[in-house]
């Protein structure tokens, strides 16, 4: 088996495909209160994750967005459940009430809490827990990184605050594991609110102080080079791209607002768009950044965008079409319905489950060295991994993979 | 290449300079060694050769520093990212990126560099350091070794004419830390990079190097010289280098082969002389063979993921055994730590220590039976200054008020008490964290790679401190990739590959017979078993340094 040179083979898919993909399910999961839908949607988002997931510290971050989604269902059925409003219908138990003036009206505290207000706060948490999955599947898939580099170079001035602040959480992540051990080395608890006490600035200085470690590093290694433009090509740039953002703000004021501005600022955007255009032009040329093996636009990134695009057109028409199903209807109470396009629609958005290219990974499978001799032989270089995983080639790999997962990696490597 | 014209540099805040009128040049094609205490200056004089001093850092610089022409006054870090790079201590801070390639290109994509040149200057730094199998792995996958490798090629890609290294070799074990400094000669030989590296562990870098920098600290002159010269000389020498003064050698030889060639009369002379039983046992400790085991691992296995970090491994500590667990980066020394400190429970088999699996234990009971100071001393410590640590340390583990101020005095005299634990040296940071370890009892003392960054006073300290420990009856067990330590303290060594127990002995027995593990006067006495210089000046009938 030869190795194939395609850069998707290499490095899985372009991190731009994945986060629109995934914009796609969140903007679809905004059009439906439907709950099995919801539910289908974040069931699709993390089937996809576990199948082309890499082996990266980020890829785990989809748990962290599921315990979240947690997090903000019971916020949301709590605050229903004291603040809300009331609707009748079921009444589940009865809260103490306690009397607001009548300026306070549409509010109350306490109540009659019934199952359809309880039904409705936890559908519409769930809506925004789907989201925020949707979210954390593009976080998994694709390195935060990666992202970066595709950014037009104008921007790269923000770059230095972004990458520090990616590299943030992890290693606030890792100092709290740290200084969770060395309370327990010194004695101290690790649990609970005496352990949480006096954790906090230990932990904020040693991730604060290795964001600093990162951004002279990252100065050290030529981030942030100039090349010597003419003082008028800079001016250029930044006033013209001052000068379009002013234009597309009213251009959208227009857009919104009916009758404002002539041919309802149309005009206005695409003269902004054509500015800010040029801006970045002149402003990129300021730094000369190449780019290493750029992350390439094929066949799997279109089908994974496209699926992602096709899950949310079927829920925007059938919500313009009037499918029934597609809201959560409490009044009265009753199993919610299924419509079938939309269905079918979102499952289309398990595509990229199979067209992506399956990630490039490094040994995953315990690998025991064959016996010769009654001896095993030595596998691996002298630093290998930290254990008797044997490091493989990638093209090893690959095909171990492909074996382990039984399913077709080739999809559309074109 | 690298020219300071009267150099001062003065930390913001500090009463007195860092650096004090600096004069030095250094050649094309040198490889320059700096040696020095912790906390003399070196790596301040390292980074202000590419300007993260004063631009990173703050501080008033008086003076010049040029490289290849261009003054780091005028021109920042990032202007000089094609001429110089850097290495810092920890190289896992450096990275920007997160996969082995990405990293490597990093710099070159910054400097503008044309995508097929560059495409094929990643190929040649993964060859040249052999990181082609690592080459789509997440940064964060690697063991201490390869990130090491990795941060060395990230600025290597980029073919700067100066290379900056701080500590290269401190987190490496003995065959990863002589591959490294192989390919940094190679450079300077191949490429006539000028070379410039501070490290503790002379032993490693000795043969290396064209000039020594001695950094005498406090703003003292700087002294510096041929290697041989300075060596003949200074305060902190290598094993061979003590050798080499005892038996009245000139000129010093720096490597393992010269000395060998002007070892052979004293190899005939220490050829009838009685060995000694063990080197601890002549520091008078109890030999702990007989003793009944108070720590017990037995078949321990653990597993992250699909990495195995410990496979079916099985070793017994007495009291009174100072115990040296070697093995290369990543073999599983600090994965057994853990497991030892109750940080952690094996996945498969038994851990006991005194009786009891220690995770069982609460933690205010944990530290009266065992104590680890881990890897990075600093972990352990985040009180404002250190009286305020002891009295911390005191009051949250009920022991007596004082008890950890006496510890630390028995430790290391004269700390001093009101200095933020950050700005205390690698040494006295150390020595801090062994007193707050040490102050409730335990009877089992694990340390983790206690001498990294360690200067040679330090390090003699920690080895009596050690010594002292298994005299008193505790059980001491050091996780090192030193030889010289390990050589020095350990009454058996334990020897770790890839989660398993590959060699568990008597030092004597392992490290000599290992080309790896063996200490350098071992190395130069060959088929003579001596471990130290000590030893040898004993058996010609001399004192030991350390009594």
Known sequence: ?414 | MIRFSDVSFTYDGADHPTLSHVDLSIDEGELCLVVGQTGSGKTTLLRAINGLVPHFTGGHLGGEVRVGGRSTRDFPPRELADLVGVVGQNPATSFVTDTVEDELAYTMENLGIAPDAMRRRVEDTLDLLGLHELRNRPLTALSGGQQQRVAIGAVLSASPRVLVLDEPTSALDPAAAEEVLASLTRLVHDVGMTVVLAEHRLERVIPFADRVVLVPGDGAPLVVGSTADIMATSPVAPPLVELARLAGWSPVPLSVRDARRLAGPLRQRLAGAPLPGTSAAVGGAVVGADATPVVRVARASVHYGPVVALDHASVELGAGEVVALMGRNGSGKSTLLAQLAGLRSPSEGRVTVAGKPPTDLPARKLITVVGLVPQDAGALLYGETVADECSTADRETGLDPGTTASMLDEVLPGMPQNRHPRDLSEGQRLALALAIVLAPGPSVVLLDEPTRGLDYPSKERLVMVLRKLAADGDCVLVATHDVELAAQVATRVVVLAEGEVVADGPARDVVCHSPVFAPQVAKVLAPEPWLTVDEVRVALGGRRRDQ
């Open chain 1, 1 to 414: 088996m030869t190795r194939r040179s395609t850069p998707s083979g290499r490095r899985g898919l372009h991190p731009a495909a994945w986060w629109l993909w995934a914009a796609c399910l969140a903007g679809a999961a905004t059009r439906t209160t439907n709950p099995i839908l919801l539910a289908l949607i974040a069931v699709v988002a993390a089937f996809v994750v576990s199948a082309r997931r890499t082996a990266a510290p980020w890829s785990r971050s989809i748990v962290f967005f599921f315990r979240m989604g947690v997090v903000v269902i019971v916020v949301r059925v709590v605050v229903q459940v004291i603040f809300g409003d009331r609707l009748p219908g079921h009444v589940l138990f009865t809260l103490p009430q306690v009397p607001l003036p009548s300026w306070a009206a549409g509010v109350s505290i306490g109540g009659q809490v019934t199952a359809e207000s309880v039904i409705e706060a936890a559908v519409d948490g769930l809506r925004l827990a789907v989201i925020l999955i949707c979210f954390g599947a593009a976080n998994s898939l694709a390195s935060p990184y990666r992202l970066l580099r595709c950014l037009p170079a104008i921007l790269y001035e923000a770059g230095v605050a972004v990458t520090v602040s990616l590299a943030f959480a992890p290693e606030v992540v890792m100092a709290i594991a740290a200084v969770r051990d060395a309370r327990r080395l010194r004695g101290r608890p690790t649990r609970g609110v005496a352990g949480l006490r006096g954790m906090a600035i230990p932990v904020l200085e040693s991730a604060l102080d290795r964001s600093l470690q990162l951004a002279s590093s990252m100065d050290a290694r030529g981030y942030g080079r100039r090349v010597a433009v003419p003082s008028g090509t800079r001016r250029l740039g930044a006033g013209s791209t001052a000068v379009g953002l002013l234009l597309i703000m009213a251009g959208v004021y227009g857009l919104l607002d009916t009758g404002s501005l002539p041919a309802g600022g149309v005009p206005f955007v695409a003269v902004g768009a054509v500015l800010v255009g040029v801006g970045m032009a002149a402003g990129g040329r300021r730094t000369d950044r190449t780019r290493y093996r750029p992350d390439l636009w094929r066949t799997a990134e279109w089908l994974v965008v496209g699926s992602g695009a096709v899950a949310l057109a079927s829920l925007i028409a059938a919500g313009v079409t009037g499918v029934s199903g597609l809201q959560l209807v409490v009044t009265p109470l009753r199993f919610p319905q299924l419509p079938l396009v939309p269905m079918v629609g979102v499952l289309v958005g398990l595509l990229p489950a199979v067209a992506a290219p399956a990630p490039p990974t490094f040994a995953t499978i315990r690998h025991r060295p064959p016996v010769v001799d009654g001896r095993p032989e030595p596998v691996g270089p002298a630093d290998a991994v930290p254990s008797a995983v044997a490091v493989e080639s990638a093209v090893a790999v690959e095909s171990a993979v492909a074996v382990e997962s039984a399913e077709p990696v080739e999809g559309s490597r074109a």
